[in-house]
């Protein structure tokens, strides 16, 4: 079936380090990518989001890079800070353009950084 | 508001109860999604809103899960007779319903059925 999923489920970096979260994804006619962060007792805060167009793209410190060829996407947080402790997910939205919404996301990677 | 409401942001129910899940989605936003997140699981699709009809209902997980919206604002999440098993933490979301609009998540409503 179609999935969304992470490498690791764990992260712990240093403060100041950059950080990688990485996610694959198995339906290769997803056209729409987006990643969310969410904090304990909250909901997902959009972070960034990429269109299978692109294979890159930047916002504050943050990256995200779309490797189509093998159904890859990652999350580069530059200069981590201890406020970037969190759950980060995934997703995907199909393609058809009627339900953009209808995300399918991965379990999430717990990211946590020491100062 | 500022961002998506939800409440309550805690109820406890006992098996067997019917239970109603509020969202007051940004001013605005046309589209209005329900997710549910279960202890250590990613989040799963139930219903989509696009102004007061629902074109997307796959999600809901059995006849006992009913979601309306008026207004092409509020919504509300209705579980009927509760069991365990849908103990979880109830998103909602909306968005400018656009071409590439993101969802913007309120903070959940966590159920506990007992």
């Known amino acids: 079936g179609e999935s969304v999923g992470l490498h690791l489920p764990t992260l712990s970096v240093q403060e100041g380090d950059n950080s990688i979260i990485n996610c694959a994804y198995s339906?290769?006619?997803?056209?729409?990518f987006i990643w969310y962060k969410q904090e304990s007792g909250k909901g997902p805060q959009f972070i960034i989001d990429?269109?299978?167009?692109?294979d890159k793209r930047q916002g504050q410190r943050v990256t995200v890079l779309l490797n189509k060829t093998v159904k890859h996407l990652s999350l580069q947080i530059a200069a981590t800070q201890p406020g970037d402790s969190a759950v980060y997910f995934c997703?995907?939205?199909?393609?058809?353009?009627?339900?953009?919404?209808?995300?399918?996301f991965g379990q999430g990677t717990i990211l946590t950084v020491h100062p | 508001g500022a961002g998506v409401s939800q409440s309550p942001s805690n109820k406890v129910t006992e098996k067997g109860k019917d239970v109603e899940l509020r969202c007051d989605p940004i001013?605005?936003?046309?589209?209005l999604y329900w997710y549910r997140q279960s202890l250590g699981q990613g989040l799963e699709f139930l219903i989509y809103f696009q102004g007061n009809s629902a074109p997307d209902k796959s999600g809901l997980p059995s006849d006992r899960f009913s979601a309306e919206r008026t207004g092409g604002s509020v919504s509300t999440l209705t579980i009927q007779r509760t069991q365990q098993e849908d103990s979880a933490v109830y998103l909602c979301a909306s968005s400018s319903g656009g071409y590439n609009s993101p969802l913007h998540f309120g903070n959940g409503t966590r159920l506990t059925v007992t």
């Open positions: 001013s605005g936003h046309t589209a």
């Open positions: 339906n290769s006619a997803s056209d729409y």
């Open positions: 990429i269109r299978s167009n692109m």
């Open positions: 997703a995907e939205t199909p393609p058809g353009g009627t339900s953009y919404g209808k995300l399918t």
